[in-house]
Nanobody, 125 residues
Framework: QVQLVESGGGLVQAGGSLRLSCAAS????????MGWFRQAPGTERELVAV????????DYADSVAGRFTVSRDNAKNTVYLQMNSLKPEDTAVYYC??????????????????WGQGTQVTVSS
């Protein structure tokens, strides 16, 4: 079955960096767009970044553009989120997600339907 396992979260001071990883299994990873979402307490889940199956197409939420970078290694079935210049408002549980269908670049939240368990990112001021 499809499995997504995030890692790399933690506590960091404002201005610091973290790199999240998401290891995928149970499907042909190289054919699916992948996304990173986040959810802070009391808020709705927010789409942060997406990357196409080949890694050449990416999109970011305005709130993270220029600070976060999404990438993938199809040989390792892993997608990454490099987070720099972190701010307290980046504090959230971060989830990776798989798009609903293969071979299509998906850039909208409703296009993602399979989720990992999440990893906590806490940014202190």
């Amino acid at each position: 079955q499809v499995q997504l396992v995030e890692s790399g979260g933690g506590l960091v001071q404002a201005g610091g960096s973290l790199r999240l990883s998401c290891a995928a299994s149970g499907f042909t990873f190289s054919t699916y767009s992948m996304g990173w979402f986040r959810q802070a307490p009391g808020t709705e889940r927010e789409l942060v970044a997406v990357i196409g199956w080949g890694g050449r197409s990416t999109d970011y939420a305005d709130s993270v553009a220029g600070r976060f970078t999404v990438s993938r290694d199809n040989a390792k079935n892993t997608v990454y989120l490099q987070m720099n210049s972190l701010k307290p408002e980046d504090t959230a549980v971060y989830y990776c997600a798989r798009a609903r269908g293969a071979w299509t670049y998906r850039r909208s939240a409703p296009d993602y339907a399979t989720w990992g368990q999440g990893t906590q990112v806490t940014v202190s001021s």
